[in-house]
Nanobody
Framework: VQLQASGGGPVQAGDSLKLSCAASGRTFRGHAMGWFRQAPGKEREFVAGFPRSHSATYYADSVKGRFTISIDNAKNTVTLQMNSLKPEDTAVYYC???????????????????WGQGTLVTVSS
């Protein structure tokens, strides 16, 4: 599956932003999905995700209560709604998908085979 991430941009602290990840080639059914981010000089980190069953959602502690991941199977799109943004949320955000991710590895970037190109989110104070 090919992924296309979009929706990033510059915002102020406290603002909201919605990122989208569109799939081409096939649907997200049966795919574990993840949003990851990488800030300058830091390692890529997990933000939010679904297991292959899409029956649960997982969030990093740093975004829990502020970010919401959702999936629209009809549109083959996964969104990340980001509210109450903070300067420390500044990063390039990537979406990832894979049919081979087991539930215990949803938070691991190494488990994903397919990645979007990334979209930059810049939060200023």
């Amino acid at each position: 599956v090919q992924l296309q991430a979009s929706g990033g941009g510059p915002v102020q602290a406290g603002d909201s932003l919605k990122l989208s990840c569109a799939a081409s080639g096939r649907t997200f059914r049966g795919h574990a999905m993840g949003w990851f981010r990488q800030a300058p000089g830091k390692e890529r980190e997990f933000v939010a995700g679904f297991p292959r069953s899409h029956s649960a959602t997982y969030y990093a502690d740093s975004v829990k209560g502020r970010f919401t991941i959702s999936i629209d199977n009809a549109k083959n799109t996964v969104t990340l709604q980001m509210n109450s943004l903070k300067p420390e949320d500044t990063a390039v955000y990537y979406c990832a998908a894979s049919t081979s991710v087991i539930t215990s590895s949803v938070r691991s970037s190494n488990a994903y085979r397919n990645w979007g190109q990334g979209t930059l989110v810049t939060v200023s104070s």
